[in-house]
């Protein structure tokens, strides 16, 4: 009985539309994944090239300091420390206590 059914015109009609559905269901789910994915790298890239930008800013004021700090030392002017957490400082400055 159960073969009949599956075996007939619209059991054959039946397994093929859901074997479409099915087929449809994982299409869309891997194109989601596709368009999710891409989303994902373009939101990694623009990550990356935010994190350059401030890195290249980081070393520009880094290396303003440094000449700075050396503008003041050359004219005989001891650089204070800036405040903040002398820990910090003591790997630069090792005689901030």
């Known amino acids: 009985m159960v073969f009949d059914i599956i075996f007939s015109a619209g059991g054959a009609a039946f397994l093929a539309a859901l074997v479409q559905g099915m087929r449809a ?6 194109r989601e994944r596709r368009e999710l994915v891409g989303d994902m ?9 935010t994190v350059s930008h401030l890195q290249q800013l980081v070393e520009l004021y880094r290396r303003r300091s440094a ?5 003041l030392i050359v004219a005989g002017i001891e650089p204070a420390l800036p ?3 002398p820990r910090i400082l003591q790997s630069h400055h090792p005689e901030v206590p």
């Open 67 to 71: 000449a700075f700090e050396y503008q």
């Open 25 to 30: 269901a994982r299409d869309s789910t891997n």
């Open 41 to 49: 790298r373009q939101a990694r890239d623009e990550l990356q090239e």
């Open 83 to 85: 405040p903040g957490d």
